[in-house]
């Protein structure tokens, strides 16, 4: 099962990769022996291929299952994002229900409300110790500008019967109770996101699949993928049911090239920050953090005593080329620490010791389906 290969994606810079146990980070799965036949195919080991194995296997123990991931498991955008498990909508409800109409809207949103409490079950039933925190989404106004936003977005919410217990109105001080930031003031607060560790949540899951039942083959890539059949530089794979789990990486694949965009972002660790930081700072419960402008940010105090900070990566690139994010991580880690220091003047020294990007996918539509 295990190898030293080196893992080529550059997951291994993020500092979520780096807080693994060595044993779960440096392990490998075997790769596909040869041609097979199998009920389900499922092509990528990120949370969209594992959780839904995870389901199906839960659902159907007979179901012959594999996962075939090109890499290891986890080191796609899953393994290191800002660790914001949120039950936020990508884009309107109303962009939605222009397709789809309200009531299905409506669903959809209690449907991910749902997901939340249901992560940690599993995150506990299957003993992953992910870091979860429950300390929900604070949006906060660190403009005139965005205060309106702020007072734009709870009026969307209250029209669309997200109450009080869903989303809160906070004054300056308020949010400053969360997180203190001199930046505040206003702040908008929701219980609906988790902060977690995704590494840890991902390799735990991949582990959860697999005593399950599920079989993982790492090292495998997916050359060809049609309905019923996959072609693999291990071999040829048969399948009744085929899914796609590739999210930003779909493009790389003939006729699948329009499925998602692929787009990039960037993020960054602090070193751990020491008790007199955080007694200035608070943010004892951990809440995510982000504000109005238009070009994100998205922060989290670690379990670890840190600061992930990140925000929007390089271009997207004609013809949904792939690029090696770590070509432009200095410029977008510079205006990074910029913002965070912004943010929070007290750590104009701080020492940011991780920086990493990714490639995660879109629908040009901005709109899920
Ligand atoms: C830096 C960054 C920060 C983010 N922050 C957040 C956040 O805080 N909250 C949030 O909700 N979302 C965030 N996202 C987006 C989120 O991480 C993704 O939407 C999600 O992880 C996608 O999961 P997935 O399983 O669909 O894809 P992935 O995790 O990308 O998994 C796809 C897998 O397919 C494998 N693969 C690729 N090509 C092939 C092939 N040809 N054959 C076999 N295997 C292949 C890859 O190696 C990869 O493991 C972020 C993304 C990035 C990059």
Redesign the pocket.
């Known amino acids: 099962m295990c190898s030293d290969r080196p893992v080529t ?1 550059g997951v291994e810079q993020s500092w979520w990769w780096s807080d693994l146990e060595p044993a779960e980070r440096d392990l490998w799965r075997a790769p596909l022996p040869g041609d097979t036949d199998v009920d389900v195919a499922i ?8 959780w839904t194995a995870y389901y199906l296997a839960r659902l159907d123990p007979s179901l012959r299952i594999i996962i ?19 039950a936020l909508l990508p884009t309107s409800w109303g962009a939605i229900a222009r397709t789809y109409g309200r009531e299905a809207t409506l669903a959809w949103q209690r449907a991910l409300d749902r997901t939340l409490p249901e992560i940690r079950q599993v995150a506990s039933r299957e003993g992953i110790d992910a870091h979860i925190a429950d300390g929900g989404y604070l949006k906060v106004a660190t403009n005139p500008a965005q205060v309106v936003g702020l007072q734009h977005s709870l009026e969307e919410a209250r029209a669309w019967g997200r109450g009080e217990d869903d989303l809160r109105w906070l004054s300056a001080a308020q949010a400053k109770d969360l997180v203190n930031s001199p930046a505040i003031l206003a702040g908008l607060h929701t219980p609906h996101c988790l902060a977690l560790q ?1 590494a840890r949540l ?1 390799r735990g899951l991949a582990l959860a699949v697999e005593r399950c039942g599920v079989t993982i083959h790492e090292d ?4 060809e993928l049609t309905p019923g059949q996959l072609r ?1 530089t291990r071999g040829t794979v048969r399948a009744s049911v085929v899914v796609s ?5 779909a493009a ?2 003939a006729g699948h090239h329009r499925d998602r965009l692929p787009v ?4 960054t660790a602090t070193e751990p920050l020491p008790e007199h930081v955080w007694q200035e700072i608070g943010w004892e419960s951990r809440c995510t953090l982000n504000d109005g402008r238009r070009q994100l940010f ?1 922060a989290q105090r670690t379990a670890t005593c840190r600061i992930a900070f ?1 925000g929007r ?1 390089a271009p997207y690139r004609y013809g949904s080329k792939i690029e090696d994010p770590v070509a432009r991580l200095d410029h977008w880690a510079a205006h990074l620490r910029r913002l965070l220091v912004r943010l929070f003047p007290q750590l104009s020294d701080v020492t940011i010791t991780h920086r ?6 879109v629908r040009g539509t901005g709109c899920p389906r």
């Not at 092509?43 to 594992?50: D, S």
């Not at 495998?220 to 050359?223: K, N």
Request: net charge neutral.
């Open positions: 994606s092509v990528g080991a990120g949370f969209t291929g594992l075939l991931e090109r890499d290891k498991a986890g080191s796609g955008a899953s393994g290191r994002n800002g660790g914001w498990a949120s995704p991902v495998t890539l997916v050359t693999t789990a590739l999210e930003g990486y790389t694949l990039y972002s960037t993020l998205y990140g990566g990493w990007g990714g490639v995660l996918g």
